[in-house]
Each structure stands twice: as structure tokens, then as C-alpha cells.
Nanobody, 115 residues
Framework: QVRVVESGGGLVQPGGSLRLSCKAS????????MDWYRQAPGKQRELVAA???????NYAESVKGRFTIARDNAKNTVYLQMASMKPEDTAVYYC?????????WGQGTQVTVSS
């Protein structure tokens, strides 16, 4: 059994920064990719950033230059550093760990950007 847990969400003012963390635990063999998705009210879930076990990254156009994804393979942990945040970044952020053909999702953490 694999458990994925996000942390670090909260309220931040426009232009501010926030860092999310996500840790996978349990029967971990080899995690291929760890990704961050987000879902705003009334919208579909979208990919925000992804990182492979070799460190290759991919970002949504809307966050390029503002968000940075990083990974600690030894700790099975992925981070999302968010800067220059905008109200449109408000959403529930979900972590996904892809391992042996299965996607494991966290429960999500709320991020709200508002003054």
C-alpha cells in the first residue's frame, strides 16, 4: 500500500510565495514521476508541474518562471516552490506519484491567493 500526503497549503497574498511538500510512503519500489496538479472550483484538474526520477521537469505555461518543482528521491518527497503568486493560482493542489503503472494521489491541499 502506498500513501501520498501533501502539506504546506494556505492563504497567501498576491505576489507572495508558498512551498508545498508531498511525501510518498509505504510499499515504495521505484517512483517514476511525481507531479503536482491543481483543481479550481468549476474547472477540470490540470497538470501544474512534473518531475521524473532523473530530474527532467515539465511545467504548465501558466506557471513557467514562477513555480519550481524539485524532488528528493531518497525521501520520496517532491516540492513545489510557488512565487509571484496570482489569484488565479487559487485551487486545491494534488500530488501524484506514478509507480509501476499506477497513479497514487494525495488528498489535496488548499492554496488561496487573496488580499
Amino acid at each position: 500500500q502506498v500513501r501520498v500526503v501533501e502539506s504546506g497549503g494556505g492563504l497567501v497574498q498576491p505576489g507572495g510565495s508558498l512551498r508545498l511538500s508531498c511525501k510518498a510512503s509505504g510499499s515504495i519500489f521505484s517512483i517514476n514521476a511525481m507531479d503536482w496538479y491543481r483543481q479550481a472550483p468549476g474547472k477540470q484538474r490540470e497538470l501544474v508541474a512534473a518531475i521524473t526520477n532523473s530530474g527532467t521537469t515539465n511545467y504548465a505555461e501558466s506557471v513557467k518562471g514562477r513555480f519550481t518543482i524539485a524532488r528528493d528521491n531518497a525521501k520520496n518527497t517532491v516540492y513545489l516552490q510557488m512565487a509571484s503568486m496570482k489569484p488565479e493560482d487559487t485551487a486545491v493542489y494534488y500530488c501524484n506519484a506514478f509507480m509501476t503503472g499506477v497513479h497514487y494521489w494525495g488528498q489535496g491541499t488548499q492554496v488561496t491567493v487573496s488580499s
